[in-house]
């Protein structure tokens, strides 16, 4: 795609469990800490204020979003960033998603609970 947007929210996740699970790979911390910066800024109240955007990170829009919210908590396992633990307070605060695409978000969202609960890992 030329955006940043639903299938791309769970990258930051999937590079956070291959981290934690078998490399420890710096590539991916320092990855999953580009997406901490960038949306360091781009934060709500417990939530991101907008979930699509170019993939030069222009043009931000559609709102919050539960998935991303929670796939950015995940990147928490493999990150260092300082605000880390915003993205983890975002996830057990962030509302719950309504109206079209709710399944999918919500989908995204209970792996990204389960991620950064430790409760998915190797064994699940």
Same mark, same amino acid.
Do not use: I, P
């Given at each position: ?9 769970? @990258?930051?996740?999937?590079? %956070? ?8 790979? /710096? #590539?991916?911390? +320092? ?15 417990n939530n ?6 170019? @993939?030069?990170?222009?043009? %931000?829009?559609?709102?919050?979003s539960t998935?991303?919210? /929670? #796939?950015l908590a +995940? ?39 389960? #991620? ?9």
């Amino acid at each position: 795609h030329d955006q940043f947007k639903y299938d791309a929210w769970r @990258v930051v996740m999937n590079m %956070a469990v291959d981290y934690s699970w078998f490399s420890q790979d /710096a #590539t991916l911390k +320092a990855q999953v800490e580009k997406y901490h910066a960038f949306f360091a800024d781009k934060l709500g109240t417990n939530n991101v204020a907008n979930a699509l955007f170019n @993939v030069d990170g222009s043009n %931000a829009s559609g709102g919050g979003s539960t998935a991303l919210t /929670a #796939t950015l908590a +995940a990147g928490a396992q493999a990150s260092g960033a300082a605000n880390r633990k915003t993205y983890v307070d975002n996830l057990w605060n962030v509302a719950q998603q309504s109206g079209q695409y709710r399944y999918y978000q919500e989908c995204v969202y209970l792996l990204g609970l389960l #991620t950064t609960a430790g409760k998915y890992n190797k064994a699940f």
